[in-house]
């Protein structure tokens, strides 16, 4: 089946490590993000790419780096200069249509990043 | 980003229609108007999309005003499952297709 996939679904680090987060999609989709979402708050763009190898920040870009060498991959890394990185991080894509990027957005089920 | 606004909750009894509204005041001419929901731990689900017609599909239907500053995200009978943060946002059309989320709205369906 088509879709987005996260992993891992949890994840435990200790302060000072860098942690990298996988998104891989064989929906053939364009364009791929990242949200961050804190408990009760709704999300925050960190990253977004609209095509391989170029990508552009988010609202929230401080302490993130991504890279996008494939379509269908788009890891995410959380960096120790990343001072409260305990959050649920969202990876989602979407398709191009007519040169346009005003679809659907299709969502990961998400991973769960615990610094301790 | 054009900005919406949600009431933070809203009640609703199982098998009753639900009217979610949203405003969105500062709405350009080629703002789309997308609707999103999200259970607990879950990634967000799409709901609908409408940039000036009323629309229609198998979860929901969308009501936009003549003059666009407004929506309402219309359920027809709500169930237990449809109890969830529902999230109305403006998408510009030129684009980058990046979404800003808001607070939205929490959905409790009583049965």
Known sequence: DGGITQSPKYLFRKEGQNVTLSCEQNLNHDAMYWYRQDPGQGLRLIYYSQIVNDFQKGDIAEGYSVSREKKESFPLTVTSAQKNPTAFYLCASSIKVGGRLDGELFFGEGSRLTVL | ?111
Not at chain 2, 32 to 59: A, C, D, F, K
Not at chain 2, 85 to 109: D, E, H, P, W
Request: glycine share 6%; aromatic share 6%; net charge neutral.
């Open chain 2, 1 to 111: 980003d054009a900005k919406t606004t949600q009431p933070n909750s809203m009640e609703s009894n199982e098998e009753e229609p639900v009217h979610l509204p949203c405003n969105h005041s500062t709405i350009s001419g080629t703002d789309y108007i997308h609707w999103y929901r999200q259970l607990p731990s879950q990634g967000p689900e799409y709901v609908i999309h409408g940039l000036t017609s009323n629309v229609n599909n198998r979860m929901a239907s969308l009501a936009i005003a003549e003059d666009r500053k407004s929506s309402t995200l219309i359920l027809h009978r709500a169930t237990l499952r449809d109890a969830a943060v529902y999230y109305c946002i403006l998408r510009a059309a030129s684009n980058t297709g990046k979404l800003i989320f808001g607070q939205g709205t929490t959905l409790q369906v009583k049965p």
